[in-house]
């Protein structure tokens, strides 16, 4: 289907009314959205707002919709899993099949070596914390190094590996010993070298770090976003955001 937009201009009537109701206080202002936009339903790339327009969605839902929103396979199995055992949460107190088949599905399709599966609510934040604990526990080590650019979350772990906008880290320090190193951007190399910015970085890390911040013994783990140093802020980016 092509987009179709039926109440110019946007954000329509009845979608500024349910924005204004947003922000009249009932919701946390830290959730800060891209596009004023509401939506009703939603099939395949496309979705439906709550004044009628038809738009296609190239986000794929923040990348979690490859499969297209409402795909009849997905639904049908959520649908027969809810009708079956609707609180996943209780595979914390007992056990199910399920998830253990879904995890032998996921280990076979995995290097050798990374035999076990950890389930989370969620694959942002949540996961953060876990893997800087695992790492901590492994490594009796405390110190983490990540790179200017990333975002990792909002939890208190992952905001401290978070480097991307000053105002998602305003007000709250002092944080975890996170050291904060250049990413390897080929658009905005590190030292002005395209072609050995990776290797800058390292040489960063190995000349500057290590001798000036932290000793390499005291590392658990170094945490990567493998988007990261392509946010590039001003100040004057900052002027008018509410905390995200």
């Keep these: 289907m092509d987009p179709l937009i039926t109440t110019p201009p946007l954000p329509g009537p009845k979608a500024q009314a349910i924005l204004r109701r947003d922000v009249g206080g009932v919701i946390s202002q830290s959730m800060v959205r891209e596009y004023p936009l509401v939506i009703d339903r939603a099939e395949g790339m496309n979705l439906w707002d709550v004044d009628g327009n038809r738009y296609l969605d190239f986000s794929a839902g923040i990348a979690v919709m490859n499969l297209g929103w409402n795909h009849p396979d997905v639904v049908q199995a959520a649908s027969e899993q809810m ?13 199910s099949e399920t998830p253990v088949r879904f995890a032998e ?4 399709m995995l290097p050798r070596n990374l035999n076990r ?3 989370s609510n969620s694959g942002g934040a949540e996961t953060i914390e876990a893997a800087l604990k695992l790492a901590r526990h492994h490594t009796k080590r405390k110190y983490f190094i990540a790179f200017y650019g990333g975002f990792h979350g909002r939890t208190y772990g992952a905001v401290s590996l978070t480097a991307a906008k000053v105002i998602q880290r305003k007000h709250f320090g ?3 010993p996170v050291v904060h190193a250049p990413y390897p951007n080929p658009y905005r190399p590190f030292g002005s070298r395209k072609a050995t910015c990776d290797q800058d970085v390292v040489r960063h890390i190995e000349e500057e770090i290590f001798p000036m911040e932290v ?17 590039i802020y001003r100040p004057a980016d900052h002027v008018s955001e509410a905390p995200a």
């Design 83 to 95: 009708q079956k055992l609707s609180h996943g949460g209780a595979f914390l107190d007992y056990c």
């Design 215 to 231: 000793s390499p013994e005291e590392v658990a783990a170094i945490v990567v976003e493998h988007t990261g140093g392509r946010r």
């Design 174 to 176: 002092p944080f975890l």
């Design 105 to 108: 599905k996921l280990v076979s």
């Design 117 to 119: 599966v950890y389930f």
